[in-house]
């Protein structure tokens, strides 16, 4: 009984000295897993300062980059309507730091009500668009002063069902700027008033100058008139003022009963010589009178019709340049014989005319040798004919002058100047066109006139 007993009492023992090992094995365990989680927490715990720690520095980075840039800072609560502004935001906008939350009314209110519809449509807009940022411009009550301001944002958290919940932006002041850009208006509004100014002055000055020279241009072409008048007159008063002695001279000889027949048929032979000499320089005189009214003509008796300018300018050359009386002057015609003109058909002879004599007389000079080149096509809505020689050439210091009237360069050798006058009275006259000269000494002269088709 007593090895049962001692037996049953070991076993016992045993299962206590079993279980305390367990239970203090457990113990351990559970100390070692508190510590595993003490580090761990001690380790969250660090990193959560530290996240912390380097969110307040990046949100201390970002504020001093916005606000020492002189920008403000807002942030907006959408859905409870309150805002913050950061210290240089309220001092942009004047507010108290009492509101450094303020809400959306209040800020609304501060707007310029011209501004106002702008910003809102603006805002609301943004908040409707899931990217992209808003940026306006306004004016804002500061104090008594209204200040401008440039507003910029974007929303920064939208719910599951994409609808605002927060957004961020700055403010800057842009007074300055917008203060610039009036005084750069009124500057430029009033550069142009100058310049509107200035272009009427000029406007006015060249009226002054195309009058003068008008005024100019008539004078010399009175002169020339004049001039060219004067031979022609001073003949016929002279021959008139002869035969009116003669005839006085005649009357008193035959009152004194002194006149003979010798002194009659004298008499009647100087007077018949007086009378030609007065039709030939009346003549004269008709015929500068003829060319100078046509300088002022401004319609032809003919009607406009339909023509081929080919065969009419062939015909007109071989009138104006029979080979038996200029054997030495060639003709270049390049006319497409197609071409049909809705015109004046003798204007354009007239034109031609003028240049021929011009060449025979001036281009060539009065040499029986030399090559004519007339050719006409169409150019666009216009009619380019260009008319050219290989004679002498017209002086540089010479082009500016050859179209005004009674400019020659053979005063006193039967030369009128009045030929070159007529063609530019002709081109811009009646066919409503452009000449212009191109030439160089020695080297020949061409006309290039352009007129419209039709």
């Given at each position: 009984m007593l090895?049962?007993?001692?037996?049953?009492?070991?076993?016992?023992?045993?299962?206590?000295?079993?279980?305390?090992?367990?239970?203090?094995?457990?113990?351990?365990?559970?100390?070692?897993?508190?510590?595993?989680?003490?580090?761990?927490f001690d380790l969250l715990r660090a990193g959560e300062q530290k996240a912390l720690?380097?969110?307040?520095?990046?949100?201390?980075?970002?504020?001093?980059?916005?606000?020492?840039a002189g920008d403000g800072v807002w942030d907006w609560d959408i859905a409870s309507g309150d805002i913050f502004f950061s210290p240089r935001c309220r001092q942009l906008l004047g507010l108290s730091r009492a509101a450094e939350i303020a809400g959306f009314k209040l800020w609304q209110t501060g707007i310029h009500p011209d501004d106002l519809p702008t910003v809102l449509a603006d805002l609301a807009s943004h908040l409707r668009q899931p990217q992209g940022s808003f940026v306006t411009e306004h004016r804002f009550l500061k104090g008594e002063d209204w200040v401008w301001l440039l507003g910029r944002g974007m929303v920064v958290s939208r719910d599951a069902q994409g609808q605002p919940l927060r957004m961020i932006g700055t403010y800057s002041d842009i007074s300055e700027r917008k203060q610039a850009e009036e005084e750069l208006q009124l500057l430029n509004s009033h550069l142009e008033e100058r310049v509107a100014?200035?272009?009427?002055?000029?406007?006015?000055?060249?009226?002054?100058?195309?009058?003068?020279?008008?005024?100019?241009?008539?004078?010399?072409?009175?002169?020339?008139?004049?001039?060219?008048?004067?031979?022609p007159i001073g003949n016929i008063l002279l021959c008139s003022s002869?035969?009116?002695?003669?005839?006085?001279?005649?009357?008193?000889?035959?009152?004194?009963?002194?006149?003979?027949?010798?002194?009659?048929?004298?008499?009647?032979e100087k007077t018949a010589e007086s009378c030609e000499l007065l039709q030939r320089n009346s003549a004269q005189a008709g015929d500068l009178i003829s060319r100078f009214k046509q300088i002022a003509v401004d319609q032809l008796d003919q009607p406009r019709r339909s023509f081929h300018p080919a065969k009419i300018m062939a015909k007109l050359l071989q009138t104006l340049l029979p080979p038996e009386h200029h054997p030495g002057i060639r003709i270049e015609l390049q006319i497409p014989q197609e071409l049909v003109l809705e015109n004046y058909p003798s204007?354009?002879?007239?034109?031609?005319?003028?240049?021929?004599?011009?060449?025979?007389?001036?281009?060539?000079?009065?040499?029986?040798?030399?090559?004519?080149?007339?050719?006409?096509?169409?150019?666009?809505?216009?009619?380019?004919?260009?008319?050219?020689?290989?004679?002498?050439?017209?002086?540089?210091?010479?082009?500016?002058?050859?179209?005004?009237?009674?400019?020659?360069?053979?005063?006193?050798?039967?030369?009128?100047?009045?030929?070159?006058?007529?063609?530019?009275?002709?081109?811009?006259?009646?066919?409503?066109?452009?000449?212009?000269?191109?030439?160089?000494?020695?080297?020949?002269?061409?006309?290039?006139?352009?007129?419209?088709?039709?």
């Open positions: 090895a049962q007993f001692r037996a049953m009492v070991e076993r016992d023992l045993r299962q206590i000295y079993n279980d305390k090992a367990r239970a203090q094995e457990d113990a351990a365990l559970r100390a070692e897993e508190a510590e595993r989680v003490r580090r761990e720690q380097a969110l307040r520095e990046s949100e201390e980075r970002w504020h001093f980059a916005l606000e020492g100014t200035r272009t009427a002055e000029l406007k006015k000055a060249m009226q002054q100058i195309s009058s003068a020279e008008k005024q100019a241009a008539l004078a010399r072409m009175v002169a020339g008139m004049a001039h060219e008048l004067n031979t002869q035969i009116q002695a003669d005839v006085a001279g005649i009357v008193k000889a035959d009152a004194d009963k002194r006149l003979s027949r010798k002194t009659l048929q004298e008499f009647l204007a354009l002879e007239q034109l031609v005319s003028h240049l021929v004599a011009n060449s025979l007389a001036h281009g060539f000079d009065g040499r029986n040798q030399g090559m004519i080149r007339l050719s006409m096509q169409r150019a666009q809505h216009n009619i380019e004919l260009r008319y050219s020689d290989d004679g002498k050439g017209i002086d540089g210091e010479l082009q500016s002058k050859v179209f005004d009237p009674f400019f020659t360069t053979r005063m006193g050798q039967g030369g009128v100047g009045l030929g070159l006058a007529l063609v530019h009275n002709i081109v811009h006259v009646i066919l409503k066109g452009q000449v212009r000269l191109e030439s160089e000494t020695r080297q020949g002269a061409s006309f290039i006139i352009t007129f419209p088709a039709e």
